[in-house]
């Protein structure tokens, strides 16, 4: 094992749903009026693909061991990231050892360090990351969560996000996650519709469901700390992404504002244990929300949940499938995952990377059993029947 090497390194884009899950058709609650930072702009605000949310596509990294063994991760990147792992990352991993995954990530941060830190050029770090973790477990024969340590759990549970948390329930989830519909240029009356939305959704699941908030970056303080005070009577349990990522004042003050028992989270859009620290330290939330396939990767994230634990906060990573069930399974601080509704009314549970995994384990009754996930690296495949591009073929 220690002398089989990376032999190389294949960046391509795939389009249409998966890794990058906003990009889909017409009619798809995901992309219906939701709040964004660019709902101020009219015509950008009933749809998110609109100001080009879905411009940049799926990244698929591929690479290729010595041995002749292939592992693989999806994220998002598209075609840029695509020529990042290409013409500048793929020179750390070539030659190197298969085992070498924390020199590799080092070196791919510092050599971008110059125009990189978050964003796109994480994205695409974390895409090889995981890629990198995946053939490591393929070579080894063990699922991801053996190489992390070890399950400390045997089933998972999740919460669903989507707009229809009344059908969530009857899936067996624990909690529905709802897109809030309109932000602050919408005014009182848009305020009013957000309440009026959640206090439907609260009669229809009764007392006891979790009942969430994804406002996706697009309220100021004074619109989220009305808003979180509002739905406090219909039993809100958090209020997620309420503000710019940048605004990590905002979110320690908004933190003070919430009513007593209502929860702040963040952290989709962070990235690096260097950013999560800004949140932890500045008391910004009570959950953070990583993405593994954006704030660096799965060797990124062990060192973003262990501070996180030392600051007595969860981790309950963002969507990312496969990625974050084999994480969450091996976490003590990550006691519930999510998943996202990629069924266009959001009736049904189907793969949330559909259809560019062959293999991509879903919840049922809200639950997915760890035995599940006993399957070499990831334990998915990359479907055939997807048209993969290779834009900067070496
Ligand atoms: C529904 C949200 O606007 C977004 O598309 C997904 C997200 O932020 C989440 O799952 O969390
Ligand atoms: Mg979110």
Not at 83 to 102: M, P, Q, S
Request: glycine share 10%.
């Amino acid at each position: 094992m220690g002398n089989i090497t990376i032999k190389h390194v294949r960046a391509f884009v795939l389009r249409g749903g998966g890794a990058d899950y906003h990009d889909q058709a017409d009619g798809h609650w995901i992309d219906d009026h939701i709040s964004t930072p660019m709902s101020k702009y009219p015509e950008y605000r009933q749809s998110r693909r609109s100001f080009g949310i879905n411009v940049l596509g799926t990244l698929v990294v591929e690479i290729e061991a010595s041995d002749g063994t292939v592992g693989f991760a999806v994220t998002t990147g598209g075609e840029p990231a695509a020529y990042i792992v290409e013409k500048h990352l793929a020179r750390f991993l070539e030659g190197a050892r298969v085992t070498d995954i924390e020199k590799i990530w080092d070196q791919m941060y510092q050599s971008t360090l110059y125009y990189g830190r978050k964003g796109l050029v994480i994205n695409t770090i974390s895409g090889v990351d995981l890629a990198l973790w995946d053939l490591l477990g393929k070579i080894r024969q063990e699922p991801v969560h053996q190489l992390l340590g070890g399950a400390v759990r045997d089933e998972l549970q999740f919460y669903a996000t989507g707009a229809r948390p009344d059908l969530a329930q009857k899936m067996g989830f624990i909690g529905g996650k709802m897109p809030l519909h309109h932000g602050p240029s919408e005014g009182e009356e848009g305020l009013r519709k957000n309440l009026e939305e959640l206090a439907t959704m609260r009669e229809r699941v009764g007392p006891d469901f979790w009942l969430m908030l994804d406002c996706w970056m697009s309220l100021d303080l004074n619109y989220a700390t009305k808003l979180a005070i509002g739905a406090h009577e219909y039993g809100l349990k958090w209020i997620e992404e309420a503000l710019s990522p940048d605004d990590y004042w905002g979110y320690a003050a908004l933190r003070n504002n919430v009513p007593k028992g209502m929860l702040v989270t963040t952290g989709e859009h962070e990235a690096t244990r260097w950013g999560f620290r800004m949140l932890l330290e500045m008391g910004c939330c009570d959950i953070i929300q990583p993405d593994v396939g954006w704030c660096g990767g799965m060797t990124e994230l062990v060192k973003i949940s262990a501070l996180a634990d030392a600051h007595n906060t969860l981790v309950v990573p963002h969507g990312s499938s496969v990625y974050s069930y084999h994480f969450v399974a091996t976490r003590h601080n990550s006691p519930f995952a999510e998943f996202l509704m990629m069924a266009p009314k959001a009736d049904e549970v189907v793969p949330m990377f559909h259809p560019q995994l062959l293999g991509e384990p879903v919840p049922v009754n809200g639950r997915m059993r760890l035995s599940v996930l006993d399957k070499p690296g990831f334990g998915v495949d990359l479907n055939p029947d997807c048209q993969l591009h290779r834009p900067y073929n070496r």
